[in-house]
């Protein structure tokens, strides 16, 4: 099946400071790939679509300009975290659209664990 | 998409089958009936998906109900490796959004 990766899997940083998560696509290429937020012992709540080449499409109550996300390439969705507090901790997984038969199939990223100290 | 309800969590012992439950009372016709699976601290695990058909793969079963208002996810065997966070999730197999809801802990003993 497909492959989705993200990099880095866990990563840790102090407050103020901005990370970037990338999310792949290894062996199909993604026209729309997702971006989710999981909060411990919680379901997982999308944060935004990205759409390759154009901007992404934020959920309600995210905010645009704390989290951005690019969608540079067919294979690449990036998401970094700007000015990140402690409440950014969290989750972070991404998933990519694959055609299948005629429909489309998600596929999951590993998740990227973000701490901010 | 049409919400869906689930048992919170379940238990199973190893080597028995496990039936996960899910109400989809107010599911469109256009709507497939999705489940993944999560493992703790991993990305959700694709499982099985069908409209109107009992489907069957290497994974699981799943039995939906003629009028497909629920449907059944089926662990023939169980393992202790499939002790996850069970998600059903109705969806158009478009290119949109999943949403997930609270899922089925299940956890599988010896």
């Known amino acids: 099946g497909a492959v989705v990766s993200q990099h880095p899997s866990w990563v840790i940083c102090k407050s103020g400071t901005s990370v970037k998560i990338e999310c792949r696509s290894l062996?199909?290429?993604?026209?729309?790939m997702f971006w989710y937020r999981q909060f411990p012992k919680q379901s997982l709540m999308l944060m935004a679509t990205?759409?390759?080449?154009?901007?992404?499409?934020?959920e309600q109550g995210v905010e645009k300009d704390k989290f951005l996300i690019n969608h540079a390439s067919l294979t690449l969705s990036t998401l970094t975290v700007t000015s990140a507090h402690p409440e950014d901790s969290s989750f972070y997984i991404c998933?990519?659209?694959?055609?299948?038969?005629?429909?489309?199939?998600?596929?999951f990223g590993p998740g990227t664990r973000l701490t901010v100290t | 998409d049409a919400k869906t309800t689930q048992p919170t969590s379940m238990d199973c012992a190893e080597g028995r089958a496990a039936n996960l439950p899910c109400n989809h009372s107010t599911i469109s016709g256009n709507e497939y009936v999705y489940w993944y699976r999560q493992i703790h601290s991993q990305g959700p695990q694709y499982i099985i998906h069908g409209l109107k058909n009992n489907e069957t793969n290497e994974m699981a079963s799943l039995i939906i109900t003629e009028d497909r208002k629920s449907s059944t996810l089926i662990l023939p065997h169980a393992t202790l490796r499939d002790t996850a966070v069970y998600y059903c999730i109705v969806y158009t197999g478009t290119a949109s959004k999943l949403t997930f809801g609270t899922g089925t802990r299940l956890q599988v003993t010896l």
């Open positions: 062996d199909f290429q993604a026209t729309t």
């Open positions: 998933s990519a659209l694959s055609p299948v038969l005629g429909s489309y199939e998600q596929y």
């Open positions: 990205s759409n390759e080449g154009s901007k992404a499409t934020y």
